[in-house]
């Protein structure tokens, strides 16, 4: 199949790799001309405006789009719409929030024109090997999709959520649970590291890793940033949030359903940013070692 991907941040542009790795045709736009050289090199089309990449597509057209959730995304929705045509097909792949979702869907829709929503998950890694993607909108636009995402996806990683903002919703849960499960690691490894014991924390992490309860990819990373440094302390323990952990406590509200976990969780990276112990550190780590988040390092 032949895309055409708007954003080609850390996310996009391993997309985009992975794409042409499954023998998929990529047009590729960035703001940034770096990024979009890089991989016309690597075998991508390269765009030199939004305007250029639509012109690269046949209709009925797939363009997928990897920029930040807000007014990036409108701005780009704004260019695209007097270029698109019936029946092509926008893809938002960011952690747009869901309700601006439904709203997108419903402009795009008015003009005949497909608008699927992508909460994709799984970090770098994931983007270039193999993601996991929640799709909401149109379930015909889904079918004529669903090639693409089988490439894109681990095995049975993707899936049909609903109706538009269906599937922005479940990646914004997914974040959710994503914050409360960090924050649990966190101050495990705090308590540990106050015990009294004279904890190796890297030896007790790998031993985590391997057959037990808490095994899994999070705390593989864990592993990763403790090797890369015992206690981190060169790390700050400023945890930044993109959003997602505020939209899910405000779901909640809304809904009336309990996450003290999750709603926890938002509040102490709150505190991070005034206090500071291992349990910060271990989760702005964390970030980092999936997501290429930025941290603080001290100097």
Known sequence: MKVGVIGLGKMGSN??????QCSHEAVVY????IAVAALAEEGAQAARSVEALAGMLNSPRII???VPAGAPVDVTLERLMPLLEDGDIVVDGGNSHYVDSVHRAKRLG??????????TSGGLEGALYGACIMVGGDRAAYAVLEP???????????GYMGSSGSGHFAKMVHNGIEYGMMQAMGEGFDLLASSGYDYNLHEVS??????????????DLVVSAFQKDLNLASVSGRI????EGRWTVEAAL????SIPVIAASLFSRFRSRSDENLSDRVVAALRHEFGGHGVNRKP
């Open 30 to 33: 960035d703001l940034a001309d």
């Open 254 to 257: 809304e809904h009336e359903v």
């Open 240 to 243: 930044a949030d993109s959003g």
């Open 148 to 158: 693409l995402l089988k490439d894109l996806s681990v095995e049975n990683g993707y």
């Open 64 to 66: 997928w789009l990897m």
């Open 206 to 219: 790998k031993v985590w890793a391997n057959g037990s309860v808490i095994r899994g990819w999070l705390m």
């Open 110 to 119: 008015d003009l005949g024109i497909h608008f699927l929503d992508a909460g």
């Open 15 to 20: 997309m985009v790799r992975h794409l042409l």
